[in-house]
């Protein structure tokens, strides 16, 4: 691992637990406490290295002060195997990047992120994600490429005023109630139907669920509560939200999922009936009033859609990083591939080269059909050169790849995407629409 000046970076240890921890908590969510420790996030942090399903203590990086052999910067980064539309896709969720104030002004965050990079060009995750500061990771290479929510903030006055009897779950009736780590089968195989959709999803085994539901400590503060859907004995759904009111009094979801889509109109008013009376006895606890369930949710989620009117609001976003668009697109092949044959769609010519501004793709077809992708060299100048059929900067090519945005939108706001013609525009809209997002990370 490099060393300048003062400062190591290297892999984090299982002994970093106490030292990270203290760090963290002084520096993260400051706001919220007055500038006081964090309990919460020493919690997680405690907890992400002691047993996370996605996390080993090698997964975090720490900026060491050599003069003292103490951590006073970090960051961990969580693997975690996301599917879209059935293909899987490894991520790495980048978390807890923080720096000791009397340390700040070195570049740690830089040096960190250039050895996380390294970390995983090496090892092969192709996309790095990071929800955080507005435009700051911008500069390190990440790129708005996904929405994590848009769904109407419900007030609290607009959700039923009492929750269905639990007991009377015959007639057709769905109720819900809390998980149990006997539902982890369960939750594991709705999990498994959801990668079979068209949505961008993060499945949880059944090795996750236990760990989601009962092996995070009370003070984390990425412990989430979980119930399930139940129709009698039979486990048809799941609803995940925070285990405790904002300081703003809301509740918010994180996930919601219904083995059956004709269940979802009455799944919809047993989970928000649900929230309602979990709203009420956390204001009881909480001291503060419940004003509203906030759906961390896509506008087009079964149970936005279907629930009570709320207030819209503006979607936030996970900033995405991609460090070999190529590698990426290749990943994706057999989604572009059925995606052509649903279409009906077959390529004219053996190969359609997209230009990404310092690399190139090379899509090639045999009989029309896709079968490989590979890197090959830049054009020199991709809007003239008559190989290129497309150029797409890399910070275009990660919404569409992960269908967050349509090529007529990247072409609205991307003057430098170029197309040959007509027939070239026609194939990559067809191959890059917009996905459903059902993405709950495993933070």
Not at 56 to 70: C, H, I, K
Not at 285 to 313: C, E, I, M, W
């Amino acid at each position: 691992m490099p060393t300048t000046d003062r400062y190591t970076v290297r892999p984090g240890r299982a002994s970093d637990a106490v030292e990270l921890a203290r760090l963290h908590a002084s520096v993260q969510l400051q706001a919220a406490t007055g500038g006081q420790p964090h309990p919460g996030i020493a919690a997680w942090v405690e907890d992400l290295l002691a047993g996370h399903p996605s996390v080993v203590p090698d997964d975090f990086l720490v900026a060491e002060d050599s003069t003292t052999g103490r951590p006073v910067a970090s960051l961990v980064g969580l693997r975690q195997d996301w599917s879209l539309a059935g293909v899987r896709l490894p991520v790495a969720q980048i978390e807890l990047v923080g720096t000791a104030p009397e340390h700040r002004g070195n570049r740690l965050t830089d040096r960190l992120f250039a050895s996380l990079h390294q970390r995983y060009a090496a090892s092969g995750v192709p996309v790095q994600i990071i929800e955080g500061i507005p435009y700051f990771y911008r500069r390190l290479g990440y790129e708005y490429a996904l929405a994590n929510d848009g769904a109407p903030t419900v007030p609290a006055a607009a959700l039923p005023a009492t929750e269905p009897d639990r007991a009377g779950g015959s007639g057709g009736s769905l109720t819900m109630r809390p998980a149990t780590v006997a539902d982890a089968d369960d939750l594991a195989d709705i999990d498994r139907r959801l990668t079979g959709g068209d949505a961008l999803v993060c499945p949880r085994n059944a090795e996750v669920w236990r760990y989601e539901i009962a092996g995070r400590r009370p003070a984390d503060l990425a412990r989430r509560t979980i119930a399930v859907l139940v129709h009698d004995a039979d486990v048809r759904g799941y609803l995940v939200h925070t285990a405790r009111l904002s300081t703003a009094g809301e509740l918010t979801v994180l996930a919601a999922a219904c083995t059956r889509p004709a269940d979802w109109p009455r799944a919809a008013v047993a989970m928000h009936a649900h929230l309602g009376h979990l709203g009420r006895r956390y204001e009881a606890s909480a001291g503060r009033p419940f004003t509203a369930v906030r759906l961390l949710l896509d506008p087009n989620h079964p149970l936005a859609r279907l629930g009570p009117p709320g207030v819209p609001t503006r979607p936030r976003g996970w900033y995405a990083r991609t460090g070999d668009p190529v590698d990426l697109l290749a990943r994706l092949l057999p989604l572009l591939r059925d995606r052509w044959q649903a279409a009906d769609l077959r390529w004219h010519e053996p190969a359609l080269t997209i230009e990404m501004y310092g690399r190139a793709a090379r899509l090639e077809f045999t009989d029309g059909e896709l079968t490989a992708v590979t890197a090959v060299p830049a054009a020199v100048s991709p809007s003239t050169d008559p190989r290129i059929h497309a150029a797409i900067p890399p910070g275009a090519l990660l919404p569409l790849a992960l269908g967050h945005r349509t090529l007529p939108e990247v072409l609205d706001t991307w003057p430098d995407c170029l197309l040959r013609d007509r027939l070239t525009e026609h194939f990559l809209t067809t191959a890059f629409p917009r996905v459903p997002v059902r993405v709950w990370p495993r933070n």
